[in-house]
């Protein structure tokens, strides 16, 4: 799955607005003061971000009374604070917050404005009545020109300090999805890290038993890595975890998630597939990974083929988390045992490995 930022300002604001329309709403409702820490946690709360606090939503929805200020701010310092990958999230989120606080000052200072405007014209159209001579009208008549004037200065300074306010954001919401994104992808292949894996499986696995959807995890593994990295040296070896990478992402649907679990080791999450269908997935990519031929780029010499080995189950009723990993390591292992450049996948019948014969690999 490709990452894709939006660089449009307007939509950042039309979305940033949004969403902070419904933190300051969740806040008021719940009667939390709108500090930095509680802004945070509902602001990404409500963009739906983190799993643990996707959990926090239902239960303020379930429970909204049993919430109070200090549990926000507590995990706010779990969620955010236990990372220093965080800080610069928590710094962006908090001048953005800031600005959208600037901007409901700026708008509320504008409806006061306008009301202040509607009471000159409406005392002017009651005094009009009442006029007995022509210096009287025209009296009245140079204070609406001097006071339209005046509103609409102000308007055209507020039009352009909304604007301003715009730009800010806009700018601040993309360095907040920039910045997300490296927190989220692991900085070698380009495809997501083992953090964002741990919180999307969590996710997927909710979604699966929730809406009755069927669910597939496949992890996969360089055979032979360390022999290639000893030979060929560290170079060509995050060479060949790039190009696995690339393989595996463009050989998976855009809603499934390809991720480096770590070292070699590569996990995909294919929700709305069964087993059988994930399982075909991964033998095209073990055959895809196979056809080709590498060749060190700096010497031209010819490495050969490489293969991977591949674990594929499907979640199952009473799996936890931790239970579906663990089923889908051991399946890996089976295939390598078996002489790796296969797919070993926990079939209906019991545990049974894809048709491709082991093939001797480098």
């Known amino acids: 799955m490709d990452l894709e930022l939006n660089d449009d300002p307007q939509h950042d604001f039309d979305a940033s607005l949004y969403v902070a329309r419904k933190v300051l709403y969740t806040a008021a409702s ?3 003061p709108v500090n930095p820490k509680v802004y945070r946690v509902l602001y990404e709360t409500e963009c739906g971000s983190y799993e643990t606090l996707k959990r926090l939503r239902d239960e303020m929805k379930a429970h909204p009374s049993d919430t109070d200020v200090v549990e926000i701010e507590n995990l706010h310092d779990r969620v955010f604070d236990a990372n220093s990958g965080f800080q610069g999230l928590s710094d962006i989120s908090d001048r953005l917050s800031d600005e959208m606080r600037q901007v409901g000052s700026m708008v509320q200072n504008r409806l006061g404005d306008d009301e202040s405007y509607i009471d000159s014209l ?9 006029f007995t001579r022509a210096a009287e009208a025209k009296r009245v008549i140079a204070d609406l020109v001097a006071e339209s004037q005046q509103h609409a200065a102000r308007t055209a300074e507020f039009m352009s300090q909304l604007e301003e306010k715009q730009r800010q954001i806009g700018e601040l919401q993309h360095e907040l999805n920039e910045l997300r994104n490296r927190v989220n992808i692991d900085h070698l292949t380009g495809i997501y890290n083992r953090r964002y894996f741990d919180e999307k499986l969590a996710q997927e696995i909710e979604i699966a038993r929730t809406e009755h959807r069927p669910l597939s995890l496949a992890l996969c593994d360089l055979d032979h890595f360390k022999r290639l990295n000893d030979s060929w040296g560290h170079s060509v070896g995050d060479s060949v975890l790039k190009h696995f990478a690339a393989i ?3 050989n998976t649907k855009g809603k499934d998630t390809v991720a480096r679990y770590g070292g070699e080791e590569f996990a995909v999450i294919l929700p709305d597939t069964a087993l059988r269908d994930a399982r075909s997935v991964m033998e095209t ?27 594929v189950t499907a979640l199952r009723p009473d799996d936890t988390l931790e239970s579906f990993i663990t089923r889908a390591d051991e399946l890996l292992y089976e295939a390598k045992n078996r002489g790796r450049n296969n797919v070993a996948a926990d079939l209906a019948s019991g545990h049974a490995g894809a048709a491709a014969p082991a093939q001797k690999a480098v």
């Open 122 to 130: 409406n005392e002017a159209r009651r005094s009009f009545g009442m």
């Open 248 to 250: 595996m992402r463009n």
């Open 30 to 32: 719940m009667r939390l």
């Open 285 to 311: 990519i073990r055959q895809v990974v196979y056809s080709r031929n590498f060749i060190a780029t700096s010497s031209k010499q010819r490495i050969g083929h490489i293969s991977a080995s591949f674990g």
